[in-house]
Nanobody, 119 residues
């Protein structure tokens, strides 16, 4: 099994930055996709971005130019650098890893880290 633990959320002012981390443990040998999702209260969960083991990435249009996804395989860690944060970015951010692209569903999920952006 794979266990994921997120950290780095917090309260920031609009225009500020946060860096989220997701550390994986267990059997991660077959993981090919690492992703960040977010969900605000009363809203649907949405894919923010993801990175394949090959290095190919996807970013939601609304975060392009502001967010950067990256990973460190040696540390088994996924990162999300978030710059120029906006109030609409406020959400629970969830780390998810899987064997295939997010469209097929992700097998392993963290509990989330809360991001709150004040105006």
């Amino acid at each position: 099994q794979v266990q994921l633990a997120e950290s780095g959320g917090g309260l920031v002012q609009a225009g500020g930055s946060l860096r989220l981390s997701c550390v994986g443990s267990g059997n991660t040998y077959w993981i090919n996709t690492r992703a960040w999702y977010r969900q605000a209260p009363g809203e649907e969960r949405e894919l923010v971005d993801n990175i394949m083991q090959s290095g190919n990435t996807y970013l939601k249009d609304s975060v392009k130019g502001r967010f950067t996804i990256s990973k460190d395989d040696a540390k088994n860690t996924l990162y999300l650098q978030m710059n120029d944060l906006k109030p609409e970015d406020s959400a629970m951010y969830l780390c998810a890893w899987g064997h295939r692209a997010p469209i097929y569903g992700m097998e392993y999920w963290g509990k989330g880290t809360l991001v709150t952006v004040s105006s």
